[in-house]
């Protein structure tokens, strides 16, 4: 090739290169600029969601929910749908995680699990599907208030999608909700291009998409989709009573195609269940809790029940429903009085048509059938999913006090179960305010001669979406706050995981909630094989701490522990402390105790105990600035050195020594050791350091008196530990 040609190829390159630069440009300057705007509010969206998730929520919510989800995700990259944990199922048991003969499973659908999956997959950041899913939602709302009206209405419902307070803070976290509401969502795009275009493959589009919203939230799609299933069946069997079966009409045709690729996806489901539960139509969550699905009457989970009546449910749902709609929905109630007026003017506008009057109407003179149909579907979802809603209690369970729109999940989340219900709001509370200054733009044109009334009303919808954009920061301001209260929270509390570079570590983990793991702390997710650098371990009795660390003999051992009481409120911090551990082990082992006295103390009492009946003890009269405690371990026996009084030790037990130091006041302070033993014969292991814990007025505070060497709760107060091996 000669130097000439190079050059020639060089600028065909160039040339071809800047033609398609032009052809795109072209294109874009050919869209609407209302689907260029939309395109922008949808970035904006799913960024400021990302952002809200990687702040607020790094180190996720309240709701312990989402580390059900995020486990779910890692064991779908790793190919499972269950987690073998064998024997050690107790001490690895998820929260939310049904245990199956050593094996573990989520009660949860995977669908929102395998989108949180495919973002880890490739990008190593679950929050991306979060961006993502919040993006496409208020790209359908555009859509979909596009199919109702116009464009402009489309454009204004994303916007007032994008400001519903429920949609920034739910989207942001990672539950089923809003992922679930976006293959409603498209499934009721597709269903309305169905229905214009008459293609056989938008059905297609739309029952895949509500089968998959099914397999994600069977209760929720079937709510969404019930208006959607009564037109179809009515257009079917109109079609079919109008032309005959043969040749099949269009209609039945595109329908049936729905109902088929749908109900691939209810089979999937099916499939699914009885794949981990053995049964196709036993759900997961039934076999976790059998009385937690819909209905009255006795409803159960774990150790939470309710006698669920209608008046319950009633009572329980309309505070759900008046939280939505003065509190989570665009702007509150008067988002929700824009709707309002919206559907009634929508309404009231096809009749003037029906009737002719319309005509020359200013207000939305391209109205069609299918707007029709899309106004009247959509308007449909309010009813089934607010009556569908009647009989599930776990609005109940969202709501804390009923009464307090503060208080249980409902404060910092929203009623999420009534997720849906924002489209319909967004969508004819646009429909509303576009209405309504096309209306007025005349008027402010006549007072504004330099104005068009056109221009008049786009500068009336924006002053009118600042306004709203206000009013729906001042509502989320609120549980944003709450929000951030436990990021602040758990942001102390995991300090000390966070700032430790795991390689080959088992951390044994405190179990506040009962024995679960990532219920509270959701950070602390294991790999799916059990496997990772880091491993998490409840700490629960000795002889499951020990069948532990038998199974892990390699690794670096720890203790997460915290001072404090560890409760749902964000202003009661806990101190961590991550301590390592390590087993001492031999024939005799020595320990000593020494604790600081304070001031005004007039005797101790030391006490050596065990899990059984035995007591050793001794009293020290008027000690010093310190109180030494000598005592020893063998395969038989543990003994207080000072009176050689002895308690026999189980093969697996816990050894207590407390030294409870007394003021002539009859005030106390205790120090309280508590170390995991396990006997060999005639050997003996100890994991060391024990627990320690300095209690005021009592010989036992658990968690909340637990020792920090660097920061005491008292002047005076010491708590130092030895043991020596003695063959």
């Given at each position: 090739m000669t130097g000439g040609d190079s050059t020639q190829r060089s600028r065909d390159q160039r040339s071809d290169l800047l033609a398609r630069i032009g052809?795109?440009?072209?294109r874009l300057r050919s869209l609407p600029p209302e689907t260029v705007a939309v395109a922008v509010v949808a970035l904006g969206t799913g960024v400021a969601v990302f952002v809200l998730a990687s702040t607020v929520f790094e180190y996720h919510s309240s709701n312990h929910d989402e580390a059900v989800y995020l486990q779910q995700a890692a064991m779908l990259l790793d190919g499972q749908l269950k987690m073998a944990a064998g024997d050690l199922t107790d001490a690895f048991h998820p929260w939310f995680f049904i245990e199956d003969g050593g094996q573990l499973y989520p009660k949860y659908s995977p669908v929102p699990a395998a989108m949180y999956a495919l973002s880890m997959a490739l990008f190593d950041e679950p929050r991306v599907t979060l961006a993502v899913v919040a993006a496409a939602n208020t790209g359908l709302v555009y859509l979909l208030g596009t199919a109702v009206a116009d464009r402009r209405v489309g454009l204004v419902s994303s916007v007032l999608f994008a400001l519903s307070p429920m949609a920034v803070l739910t989207g942001a976290t990672f539950l089923p909700y809003a992922p679930t509401t976006l293959f409603n969502l498209i499934f009721a795009v597709a269903y309305l291009r169905g229905v214009k275009t008459g293609r056989l493959r938008w059905g297609v589009a739309a029952g895949t998409a509500i089968g998959i919203a099914f397999f994600a939230r069977p209760y929720t799609a079937v709510l969404f989709a019930v208006p959607f299933i009564l037109h179809a069946v009515y257009t079917a069997v109109r079609?079919?009573?109008?032309?005959?079966?043969?040749?099949?009409?269009?209609?039945?045709?595109?329908?049936?195609?729905?109902?088929?690729?749908?109900?691939?996806?209810?089979?999937?489901?099916?499939?699914?269940?009885?794949?981990?539960?053995?049964?196709?139509?036993?759900?997961p969550y039934e076999e976790f809790a059998p009385l937690d699905g819909p209905g009255f009457g006795r409803r159960r989970i774990?150790?939470?029940?309710?006698?669920?009546?209608?008046?319950?449910?009633?009572?329980?749902?309309?505070?759900?429903?008046?939280y939505l709609t003065t509190r989570w929905v665009v702007a509150g109630l008067l988002g929700t009085l824009l709707a309002v007026c919206g559907a009634g003017l929508f309404v009231?506008?096809?009749?003037?048509?029906?009737?002719?009057?319309?005509?020359?109407?200013?207000?939305?003179?391209?109205?069609?059938?299918?707007?029709?149909t899309a106004g009247t579907l959509l308007l449909g979802t309010?009813?089934?999913?607010?009556?569908?809603?009647?009989?599930?209690?776990?609005?109940?369970?969202?709501?804390?006090?009923?009464s307090d729109p503060t208080d249980g999940l409902v404060a910092q989340f929203g009623p999420f179960y009534h997720f849906d219900l924002l489209?319909?709001?967004?969508?004819?509370?646009?429909?509303?305010?576009?209405?309504?200054?096309?209306?007025?733009?005349?008027?402010?044109?006549?007072?504004?001669?330099?104005?068009?009334?056109?221009?008049?009303?786009?500068?009336?919808?924006?002053?009118?979406?600042?306004?709203?954009?206000?009013?729906?920061?001042?509502?989320?301001?609120?549980?944003?706050?709450?929000?951030?209260?436990?990021?602040?929270?758990?942001?102390?509390?995991?300090?000390?995981?966070?700032?430790?570079?795991?390689?080959?570590?088992?951390?044994?983990?405190?179990?506040?909630?009962?024995?679960?793991?990532?219920?509270?702390?959701?950070?602390?997710?294991?790999?799916?094989?059990?496997?990772?650098?880091?491993?998490?371990?409840?700490?629960?009795?000795?002889?499951?701490?020990?069948?532990?660390?038998?199974?892990?003999?390699?690794?670096?051992?720890h203790r997460y522990t915290y001072r404090g009481e560890w409760t749902p409120n964000p202003d009661n911090y806990v101190q961590p402390k991550l301590e390592s551990l390590s087993v001492r082990h031999g024939k005799t082992l020595d320990g000593k105790t020494t604790v600081g006295v304070p001031a005004r103390v007039e005797y101790a009492h030391v006490r050596l105990t065990t899990d059984g009946d035995g007591v050793a003890r001794y009293t020290v009269d008027d000690p010093s600035e310190s109180v030494a405690t000598a005592w020893s371990l063998t395969g038989q026996e543990a003994t207080l050195a000072a009176t050689g009084e002895s308690v026999p030790v189980d093969e697996t037990d816990t050894v207590v020594v407390t030294v409870?130091?007394?003021?002539?006041?009859?005030?106390?302070?205790?120090?309280?050791q508590e170390a995991t033993v396990r006997t060999m014969g005639d050997r003996v292991e100890v994991i060391w350091p024990p627990e320690r814990m300095v209690c005021p007025l009592t010989t036992d505070c658990g968690l909340e008196g637990t020792y920090l060497a660097d920061e005491t709760q008292f002047d005076g107060v010491g708590f130092k530990v030895t043991l020596e091996a003695r063959e």
């Amino acid at each position: 090739m000669t130097g000439g040609d190079s050059t020639q190829r060089s600028r065909d390159q160039r040339s071809d290169l800047l033609a398609r630069i032009g052809s795109v440009r072209d294109r874009l300057r050919s869209l609407p600029p209302e689907t260029v705007a939309v395109a922008v509010v949808a970035l904006g969206t799913g960024v400021a969601v990302f952002v809200l998730a990687s702040t607020v929520f790094e180190y996720h919510s309240s709701n312990h929910d989402e580390a059900v989800y995020l486990q779910q995700a890692a064991m779908l990259l790793d190919g499972q749908l269950k987690m073998a944990a064998g024997d050690l199922t107790d001490a690895f048991h998820p929260w939310f995680f049904i245990e199956d003969g050593g094996q573990l499973y989520p009660k949860y659908s995977p669908v929102p699990a395998a989108m949180y999956a495919l973002s880890m997959a490739l990008f190593d950041e679950p929050r991306v599907t979060l961006a993502v899913v919040a993006a496409a939602n208020t790209g359908l709302v555009y859509l979909l208030g596009t199919a109702v009206a116009d464009r402009r209405v489309g454009l204004v419902s994303s916007v007032l999608f994008a400001l519903s307070p429920m949609a920034v803070l739910t989207g942001a976290t990672f539950l089923p909700y809003a992922p679930t509401t976006l293959f409603n969502l498209i499934f009721a795009v597709a269903y309305l291009r169905g229905v214009k275009t008459g293609r056989l493959r938008w059905g297609v589009a739309a029952g895949t998409a509500i089968g998959i919203a099914f397999f994600a939230r069977p209760y929720t799609a079937v709510l969404f989709a019930v208006p959607f299933i009564l037109h179809a069946v009515y257009t079917a069997v109109r079609a079919l009573s109008r032309d005959g079966v043969r040749p099949l009409p269009a209609v039945v045709a595109r329908q049936g195609a729905t109902a088929l690729s749908g109900l691939v996806f209810v089979g999937v489901t099916l499939a699914y269940n009885a794949r981990l539960t053995g049964d196709p139509i036993r759900f997961p969550y039934e076999e976790f809790a059998p009385l937690d699905g819909p209905g009255f009457g006795r409803r159960r989970i774990l150790g939470h029940s309710l006698e669920y009546t209608p008046e319950v449910a009633l009572r329980a749902n309309g505070f759900a429903v008046r939280y939505l709609t003065t509190r989570w929905v665009v702007a509150g109630l008067l988002g929700t009085l824009l709707a309002v007026c919206g559907a009634g003017l929508f309404v009231r506008t096809w009749r003037r048509r029906n009737s002719g009057a319309v005509a020359n109407h200013r207000l939305f003179t391209s109205l069609s059938e299918l707007n029709l149909t899309a106004g009247t579907l959509l308007l449909g979802t309010v009813p089934t999913v607010v009556l569908g809603n009647v009989p599930f209690w776990g609005n109940y369970n969202a709501l804390g006090t009923l009464s307090d729109p503060t208080d249980g999940l409902v404060a910092q989340f929203g009623p999420f179960y009534h997720f849906d219900l924002l489209v319909p709001v967004a969508v004819f509370a646009a429909f509303a305010l576009v209405a309504g200054w096309r209306l007025l733009g005349p008027a402010l044109a006549a007072r504004v001669p330099a104005i068009s009334p056109q221009r008049a009303a786009v500068v009336g919808i924006l002053v009118s979406l600042l306004v709203v954009s206000g009013v729906s920061v001042a509502l989320v301001s609120t549980p944003l706050d709450r929000n951030a209260g436990h990021a602040e929270k758990y942001d102390i509390a995991y300090e000390p995981i966070e700032s430790t570079n795991f390689e080959n570590d088992l951390v044994f983990v405190p179990t506040p909630y009962g024995e679960w793991q990532n219920h509270p702390f959701q950070v602390f997710r294991n790999d799916p094989g059990f496997d990772g650098p880091v491993v998490y371990a409840l700490n629960r009795d000795p002889a499951e701490n020990f069948a532990v660390l038998d199974a892990y003999p390699d690794r670096e051992y720890h203790r997460y522990t915290y001072r404090g009481e560890w409760t749902p409120n964000p202003d009661n911090y806990v101190q961590p402390k991550l301590e390592s551990l390590s087993v001492r082990h031999g024939k005799t082992l020595d320990g000593k105790t020494t604790v600081g006295v304070p001031a005004r103390v007039e005797y101790a009492h030391v006490r050596l105990t065990t899990d059984g009946d035995g007591v050793a003890r001794y009293t020290v009269d008027d000690p010093s600035e310190s109180v030494a405690t000598a005592w020893s371990l063998t395969g038989q026996e543990a003994t207080l050195a000072a009176t050689g009084e002895s308690v026999p030790v189980d093969e697996t037990d816990t050894v207590v020594v407390t030294v409870t130091l007394v003021q002539p006041d009859g005030a106390t302070l205790t120090y309280r050791q508590e170390a995991t033993v396990r006997t060999m014969g005639d050997r003996v292991e100890v994991i060391w350091p024990p627990e320690r814990m300095v209690c005021p007025l009592t010989t036992d505070c658990g968690l909340e008196g637990t020792y920090l060497a660097d920061e005491t709760q008292f002047d005076g107060v010491g708590f130092k530990v030895t043991l020596e091996a003695r063959e």
